[in-house]
């Protein structure tokens, strides 16, 4: 089961996966607050509100959520294949990648309300961002959105109660409170900087692509952070890694 998850060990995944949440939460926050309530990283939000401009005949606002869904959709799938093929870099190599989309969307033109050029690249990395690490069962952790984090914990407890929850429920508070910390600590920034404050969830992101780098280097092969081994995210159970 272990050779499934990303990475295999958990002394180093639940770390990194509440740290990534954490910097979710903040660059949603940042970017709800600049984009004139435009989430970042909650689908489930832009879709409701994409919706709702179709049943308008609101075609800007139909064009805005739709172009941003489309985007984060987007860096899904390149996460996906950029996961796939970078082998034990993984970590590291989607951790550069992210943080510098967080640092070049303050130097993309603000575009139009339909077309948020602005807000694309954040997008762009949040959507890369979950597929950075995978549970035991070879899923993607749900890094940057919080509605599957609670369905799962609610799921979880009812398990306790039957048997015995999977061994992903105890990271579900975890992940909960740091998107939510970072939500809090994100709308703060905002507050003090305004759009600079992007640069923070960057530096962030720079921070853990270092540490993940030198741990790979330090320790090649070791499953605390890298694996040749463990499929791309949320591929079949029969899928051989990509990179051997």
């Known amino acids: 089961m272990s050779e499934k998850a990303f990475p295999a060990s958990a002394t180093t995944r639940i770390p990194f996966a509440v740290a990534l949440a954490t910097l979710a939460g903040t660059a949603d926050s940042i970017g709800f607050l600049e984009f004139s309530q435009l989430f970042m990283s909650f689908m489930s939000g832009n879709t409701t509100r994409f919706g709702v401009s179709v049943s308008s005949f609101d075609w800007t606002g139909t064009t805005r959520f739709g172009s941003v869904i489309a985007m984060f959709c987007f860096g899904a799938f390149l996460g996906t294949l950029i996961a796939a093929w970078s082998g034990r870099w993984r970590l590291s190599t989607l951790l550069i990648i992210q943080a510098g989309l967080f640092a070049v969307g303050l130097y993309v033109p603000f575009g139009s309300d339909a077309f948020p050029l602005h807000a694309y690249p954040i997008v762009l990395a949040l959507g890369i961002q979950n597929a950075t690490l995978q549970d035991e069962a070879g899923r993607s952790l749900a890094l940057t959105y919080v509605t599957g984090t609670v369905v799962r914990f609610g ?15 105890w990271l579900q508070a975890p992940l909960w409170a740091g998107l939510t910390g970072g939500a809090i600590g994100g709308g703060f920034l905002h507050h003090l900087y305004g759009e600079s404050a992007f640069l923070f969830p960057a530096g962030f992101a720079a921070f853990l692509a270092v540490v993940s780098l030198g741990l790979t280097l330090a320790l090649p092969g070791s499953k605390y952070v890298s694996s040749d081994n463990a499929p791309q995210p949320d591929a079949h159970p029969d899928s051989p890694p990509t990179t051997r």
């Not at 799921?155 to 429920?169: I, Q, T, V």
Request: glycine share 6%; charged share 5%; no cysteine.
């Open 155 to 169: 799921a979880g407890l009812a398990n306790m109660l039957l048997h015995e929850p999977a061994p992903s429920f």
